[in-house]
């Protein structure tokens, strides 16, 4: 099942595969193979035909390399963690928070220096609703190979404009997928008749707005409405700790 979103409005089950029928339903992410991941899937070669976003350049693929776990970056609760996501409209830097969601930051951490996500492209960007990234297989099933559990904020209100989170196929599935929330979701993230904390917030955008406004502009089609009809990819992410 694809790591999807749900949005308030849906009533089906969060991670059913059948919520897939609604456009914003909520960023998940499908069960991971566990077979080792093919370095290029045919999804993400129909990508690659398509035109690269704000005419950027191709990248090399992604490797698509498989771990066991996220090793220990050693990041300290009160260090500032900065990531700057280079992608093919320009950069999104990324505040991440080590002392709310410290497993989650280190996974990201290892895999960006791992350069796991180097060459990996937007197989999701739903309009007014989330950008959802980090699948190598550009599949909706990609993975590092392990997964790990849920760090949850406090309250839905933190789902807030920027917000960086993890995509998950159901409690403590997080892997690689992430998405940035386009607008404010403290609403759209919870389902009104159960509302839960699903999603492990682990970062706020704090520069680069403006790339982000660019790339949520780029066109979707597809039977939901959220295929991008070009081609958003990770250059390199850039991590600094301070």
Excluded: W
């Excluded at 595969?17 to 909520?26: F, G, I």
């Excluded at 492209?121 to 297989?137: A, E, K, Y």
């Excluded at 690689?176 to 979701?185: A, E, G, R």
């Amino acid at each position: 099942m694809s790591i999807r979103l749900l949005a308030a409005v849906t009533t089906c089950l969060l991670f059913a595969a059948s919520c897939s029928s609604d456009s914003e339903s909520a960023p998940t992410t499908d069960e991971p193979d566990t077979t080792e991941a093919s370095s290029l899937t045919p999804q993400y070669e129909a990508i690659t035909e398509l035109p690269v976003a704000c005419g950027g350049t191709l990248p090399e693929p992604p490797s698509s390399k498989q771990y066991e776990e996220a090793a220990d970056q050693e990041i300290n609760p009160d260090q500032t963690v900065t990531a700057t996501i280079t992608t093919s409209c320009g950069d999104l830097v990324l505040t991440l928070d080590p002392a709310k969601a410290p497993n989650t930051v280190n996974n990201f951490v290892f895999l960006a220096r791992e350069g796991f996500y180097d060459g990996v492209v937007s197989h999701r960007l739903v309009p007014n609703f989330v950008l959802q990234i980090g699948d190598p297989t550009a599949s909706g099933s990609g993975g590092p190979g392990y997964q790990f559990a849920d760090e949850l904020p406090d309250s839905a209100a933190e789902y807030s404009q920027g917000a960086v989170v993890m995509a998950n196929s159901g409690p403590d599935t997080n892997g690689s997928q992430i998405f940035i929330n386009l607008v404010d979701n403290s609403e759209n993230l919870v389902n009104p008749n159960n509302p839960q904390i699903l999603y492990s917030k682990f970062g706020q955008l704090t520069a680069g707005q403006e790339v982000l406004d660019q790339i949520a502009q780029i066109p979707t089609s597809g039977p939901q409405g959220d295929s991008p009809t070009q081609g958003l990819y990770i250059e390199g992410i850039t991590i600094e700790i301070s």
